[in-house]
């Protein structure tokens, strides 16, 4: 959305030199930010004895219901499948459970990662807005 709004910006009020460079900086947070949320909850779930299938399947839950019911579509649907994936992948609804909580784990420490890249992102914007 941040990313949105820079680009919003740069057309309305005209690119030159620097607000390229300003959107090229903006756009590389942006996409550092979704790296690092999707390392940071793939890799704590993982490490919590995740599949990669689980974690793969968790993801595109989190995608689909992030469009299809936003906007908690995502977050209810990303841990719920992995439990029910890894449930079935080690019929032992403790072990998913310390799964799921390993890649809740991980959402926790990328929504404070983002955040920060975000207010970084709004910073940079700000300094082009006065220009």
Do not use: C
């Not at 740069?10 to 030159?16: E, K, R």
């Not at 998913?96 to 990662?113: E, P, R, S, Y």
């Amino acid at each position: 959305i941040i990313w949105a709004a820079a680009l919003i910006h740069g057309l309305v009020t005209g690119f030159v030199t620097l607000e390229i460079w300003v959107l090229v900086i903006i756009t590389i947070l942006m996409i550092l930010g979704t790296l690092v949320d999707n390392l940071l909850m793939g890799g704590k779930a993982r490490q919590a004895g995740a599949s990669w299938v689980s974690i793969g399947g968790a993801l595109l839950a989190g995608l689909i219901g992030t469009f299809a019911f936003p906007p908690l579509g995502g977050i209810i649907a990303a841990p719920t499948l992995l439990f029910l994936l890894e449930y079935a992948r080690l019929r032992d609804s403790q072990e998913a459970w310390d799964v799921t909580k390993g890649l809740l784990t991980g959402w926790g420490l990328a929504f404070i990662a983002r955040f920060l890249i975000g207010l970084a992102m709004i910073a940079i914007w700000a300094i082009w807005g006065v220009r």
